[in-house]
């Protein structure tokens, strides 16, 4: 695999990195402790191309790939986890299937305003009673020729308050299964869709979630993104590319912890010296680093697999596996480097540990990413 950035790779990356460390971090600490909403972070990552970035500019995105969609997602995540996830969800669970699988027609109506940051997207999968099992929905949708009328709730749903349109998948059939799901944009202001203020939660807590409602939800055939039966299928398509999203959230969580942790051992002292001489700090530094080059280069090769459109089911769930699980141990250590004062909310590594938990639930869990590479593993 080739692993030098080409110069537009390498253009978006600095970007996203000045981007991040002018405009980003200075809020972070702040975002996380009063749990906003960083609109203003939302409306400037749409006008510098963030909220599209591998959708074609015809269709108000940047025209770049999924590369520099990784490198950029590590730096915004960086800075700040939550700020990090509401640019994934709107480039790889709204606009890449949005683009992949919708008309012309819908390419214009919904992708656009999407891809350009003016509306932001929402993906409706997770159910209360179904998050893993992802095809025994609730959700349904009654055929009634021209339209669907669908009933039923969402759950977990990021972006979810703020949503101005949701990717929705809904049972069409419940008979049938996975087989039986379809895939349905629907926009706000909809009579019957509602959205309950955000949820609390252990970290990401400026990325705000929700359940949303759907009660008597009149949806126009026009809107079934794909076809009828179509849905598990572009949910987990979909996923393949959001999964590498959350890999690269949980490098940015894993990076900004170890450059933190590196940081302090140089200048903390204890029996006379920088922590940073003893060897018990050094081997953790070391494992820290070589797990976050590891996770970069599995998020790295599955990202460039998508970009050429290669199939890449099982490298997306090694790349989210490994750098979500090194996420938790990076931080980990990071507040064990940092002692009492990494347990002090005056320090940000004990953010970074909240934030990382997530990275290993959400877009599947690090048990659904092993039942997909064992699946993958055992059929090749
Ligand atoms: N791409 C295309 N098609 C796929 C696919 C993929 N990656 N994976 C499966 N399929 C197809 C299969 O080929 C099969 O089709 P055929 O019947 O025609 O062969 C069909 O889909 C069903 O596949 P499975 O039998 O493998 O499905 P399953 O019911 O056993 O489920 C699973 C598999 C891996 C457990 C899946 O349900 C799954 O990934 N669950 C986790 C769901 C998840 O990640 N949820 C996260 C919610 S989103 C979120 O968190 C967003 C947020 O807010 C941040």
Redesign the pocket.
């Known amino acids: 695999m080739k692993l030098d950035l080409t110069e537009e790779q390498s253009m978006i990356q600095q970007m996203a990195r000045d981007f991040a460390v002018r405009e980003v971090e200075p809020k972070a600490r702040e975002l996380d402790k009063e749990g906003r909403w960083p609109t203003e972070l939302v409306a400037r990552m749409g006008e510098l191309g963030l909220m599209g970035l591998a959708i074609p500019d015809q269709y108000g995105g940047a025209g770049s790939d999924t590369v520099s969609y990784a490198l950029a997602m590590e730096e915004v995540s960086r800075a700040c986890a939550s700020t990090g996830?509401i640019m994934?969800?709107n480039n790889s669970?709204v606009c890449d299937p949005l683009y992949k699988f919708g008309n012309e027609d819908q390419k214009k109506r919904f992708l656009a305003p999407l891809a350009s940051g003016k509306k932001l997207g929402?993906?409706g999968?997770?159910e209360p009673a179904s998050?893993?099992?992802?095809?025994?929905m609730e959700t349904v949708a009654e055929d009634k020729g021209d339209h669907f009328i669908v009933n039923g709730a969402k759950n977990?749903?990021?972006?979810?308050p703020h949503a101005d349109t949701i990717v929705l998948f809904v049972a069409s059939d419940r008979s049938l299964?996975?087989?039986g799901t379809t895939a349905v944009v629907i926009e706000k202001g909809t009579p019957g869709f509602t959205q309950n203020p955000r949820d609390h939660k252990l970290g990401i807590h400026a990325a705000h979630?929700c359940t949303v409602f759907f009660e008597n939800v009149k949806v126009p055939k026009e809107n079934v993104l794909g076809e009828k039966g179509m849905g598990?299928?572009?949910?987990?398509?979909t996923?393949?590319g959001?999964?590498i999203g959350?890999a690269s959230q949980a490098l940015g969580i894993a990076r900004a912890a170890l450059e933190k942790a590196t940081e302090y051992a140089k200048v903390r002292k204890a029996f006379g010296e920088p922590i940073a001489n003893k060897q018990a700090i050094q081997f953790m530094l070391a494992d820290m680093a070589t797990e976050l080059d590891a996770a970069r280069l599995l998020t790295l090769r599955a990202a460039t697999m998508k970009d050429k459109g290669v199939?890449h089911?099982k490298e997306?769930a090694m790349a989210k596996l490994f750098a979500s699980e090194a996420a938790t141990r990076i931080t980990h250590k990071a507040i064990q480097i940092h002692g009492g004062y990494g347990y002090s909310t005056e320090y940000d590594v004990e953010r970074h540990y909240r934030d990382a938990r997530?990275t290993e639930?959400?877009?599947?869990?690090s048990e659904?990413q092993r039942?997909?590479i064992a699946?993958n593993t055992l059929k090749a």
């Open positions: 996830v994934s969800v669970l929402c993906f999968l997770t998050g893993s099992d992802a095809s025994h977990w749903i990021t972006n979810g299964g996975a087989k979630s598990f299928k572009i949910a987990m398509a996923l393949d959001g999964r959350i199939r089911t997306s997530i639930i959400y877009e599947g869990t659904i039942i997909v699946a």
